[in-house]
């Protein structure tokens, strides 16, 4: 994996400036981590509570490495300066890369991938975050599909280092090496994939959300579950907290891409825990209750 960063390192200009479209859970942690690694990023949204939101949790972020001696406060105030948070295009025009983080939803990703090319250069790389849409499907929206992949973290961003970079039917070597490049700047290890719903984790992961839901339907304690995964099996944590951390909004979204994708492998036959979650507006952490409640 090291020898595919360095290759592609050497084949692409390293990325000067990005941009992040979306300042939630993912956007914020991504527009931070490429701050944190020496590359301004623009961060925008629709929403200023987002972007306040974003920033805060990038100061947050800050203060933990500052207290740990990591950087000084002139540093602090770099990287923090060095995030842009914007409602409008305005900034973005020059990004070397433009990674869109909004909502798991197709129809909203096309819109706002189609708005994001008409502001950007010719030279500009577009990536996705999206954790399941076939980047293919999404790609139908651009002009340039030859500069657009996938480029999907985990989260939280600052933390894990797999980030998948989706090769989609009409994505060129180059745009490629660039978003393999611009991973390993901000301190990842990129893994180039081939296009499917959920590529390589997300096919690996949705079943198992599947049978955790299936079997909470079936009466199981999802405490007990999770303490099971998490203390004996040895996992970091069990279905239902994942689930929190990630939001069941776009667990719930997700789901439906998997579904839609593999009808076969992975339609739920009975009463769902994650549905029955999404109707409820139960979100998990980022609106203070899901499986769990947090103050
Ligand atoms: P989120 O709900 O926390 O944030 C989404 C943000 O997008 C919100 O701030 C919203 O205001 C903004 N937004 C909506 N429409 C917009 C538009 N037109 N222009 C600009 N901003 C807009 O969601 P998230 O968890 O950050 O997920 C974002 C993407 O990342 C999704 O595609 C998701 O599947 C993917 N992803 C999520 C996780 C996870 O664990 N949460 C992990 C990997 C990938």
Not at 88 to 96: E, G, L, T, V
Not at 141 to 157: A, D, I, Y
Not at 174 to 190: E, H, L, R, S
């Amino acid at each position: 994996l090291k020898s595919l960063a360095k290759k592609s390192s050497k084949n692409a200009a390293p990325v000067k400036t990005a941009a992040v479209i979306g300042a939630g859970i993912m956007g914020g942690g991504i527009a931070y981590q490429s701050a944190s690694r020496g590359v301004p990023a623009v961060m925008k949204d629709i929403n200023q509570a987002a972007l306040e939101l974003g920033m805060n949790e990038a100061s947050k972020l800050l203060n933990k490495q500052l207290d740990r001696g990591r950087i000084d406060g002139i540093k602090f105030g770099k990287i923090l300066a060095s995030i842009t948070p914007s409602l409008d295009y305005a900034n973005i025009s020059r990004s070397d890369v433009v990674v869109e983080a909004v909502v798991e939803n197709p129809k909203i990703k096309a819109a706002v991938l189609a708005e994001v090319e008409d502001q950007v250069s010719e030279n500009t790389v577009i990536a996705s975050n999206t954790s399941t849409i076939p980047i293919g499907l999404l790609a139908k929206s651009l002009k340039r599909p030859e500069k657009f992949c996938g480029m999907h973290f985990f989260n939280p961003v600052h933390r894990m280092p797999l980030v998948e970079v989706i090769r989609g039917e009409h994505t060129s070597q180059a745009t490629i090496d660039t978003v393999v490049a611009y991973a390993a700047q901000m301190g990842k290890t990129p893994v180039v994939v081939n296009d499917c719903p959920g590529f390589f984790v997300n096919r690996v992961l949705f079943p198992y959300f599947f049978g955790f839901s299936s079997l909470v339907a079936d009466g199981a304690d999802f405490v007990a579950v999770d303490k099971v995964m998490e203390k004996t099996f040895g996992w970091p944590m069990g279905p239902a907290y994942l689930l929190d951390v990630v939001g069941i909004d776009t667990g719930h979204h997700a789901a439906q891409v998997m579904e839609q994708g593999f009808p076969e492998r992975m339609t739920k036959t009975g009463p769902d825990a994650i549905d029955a979650m999404y109707q409820a507006e139960r979100f998990g952490q980022k609106n203070g209750l899901g499986f769990y409640a947090y103050t």
